[in-house]
């Protein structure tokens, strides 16, 4: 059973550019979360979607930020107009639906980070 | 969401053993106590959950005094693979998923 996986790894965008970052969560999981997390510190949660729809986007900033999750295919963080201040590493995450279950128990991928010259 | 407190570093030998305490004054009834850890340049790791007394699974062992303010994770004869920085976090699985992540506790692991 493949883990969470991200893609890419490494994103290199200059100011100004989109960047788009995937996640496709864990088998059987429709919860995906994706958090931000700067150099020596802890994750921030941005946003956590189900499947077509945005559950909590409380942590996501309100301009530039969107995510989805579509369907099919996998879920899509996208940054428009990159600023030196997004360079950082995006995780994304998946937990089953069933509530009750495994309370809070939450599978990572390996992050993309980010880097905007 | 409780707020928790740990140490921001420690520093052990192999073979040790190593106690991470968590200190979460504010925990809810509800609430559940999780631990993740996370090595550099990776995701964040589930390692263990418990909700009071002890717990134990083939990683950690956590233990849970009975007024749940407090919570110790205990990982027996560290090697140099367990340095990471140990995260410890409280909540429910109510309302909001989220994940409230601390700056968690930096273990260096010494040979």
């Known amino acids: 059973n493949a883990g969470v996986m991200q893609n890419p790894r490494h994103l290199v965008r200059r100011r100004g550019q989109e960047a788009r970052l995937r996640c496709s969560p864990m088998?059987?999981?429709?919860?995906v979360y994706w958090y931000r997390q700067l150099p020596e510190e802890g994750l921030k949660f941005m946003v956590y979607?189900?499947?077509?729809?945005?559950?909590?986007e409380s942590g996501m900033p309100k301009e530039r930020f969107s995510a989805e999750f579509p369907k099919e295919g996998p879920s899509i963080l996208r940054i428009q107009q990159v600023v030196r201040g997004d360079s950082a590493a995006y995780f994304c995450?998946?937990?089953?639906?069933?509530?009750?279950?495994?309370?809070?128990?939450?599978?990572f991928g390996a992050g993309t980070r980010l880097s905007v010259l | 969401l409780a707020k928790t407190t740990q140490p921001i570093s420690m520093d052990s030998y192999e073979g040790q053993e190593v106690n991470i305490t968590c200190s979460h004054n504010?925990?809810?009834?509800?609430?559940?106590i999780t631990w993740y850890q996370q090595f550099p340049s990776q995701g964040p790791r589930f390692i263990i959950q418990?909700?009071?007394t002890k717990v134990t699974n083939e990683v950690a062992s956590l233990f849970i005094p009975a007024d749940r303010k407090s919570s110790t994770l205990s990982l027996p004869r560290v090697s140099l693979s367990d340095t990471a920085v140990y995260y410890c976090?409280?909540?429910?699985?109510?309302?909001?998923?989220?994940?409230?992540f601390g700056s968690g506790t930096r273990l260096q692991v010494q040979p």
């Open positions: 995450a998946s937990s089953p639906a069933l509530a009750g279950v495994n309370l809070n128990i939450q599978y």
């Open positions: 088998k059987g999981h429709s919860h």
């Open positions: 979607l189900q499947k077509e729809n945005i559950i909590d």
């Open positions: 504010n925990i809810a009834t509800n609430d559940y």
């Open positions: 418990g909700y009071k």
């Open positions: 976090l409280v909540g429910d699985d109510t309302g909001r998923r989220a994940l409230t």
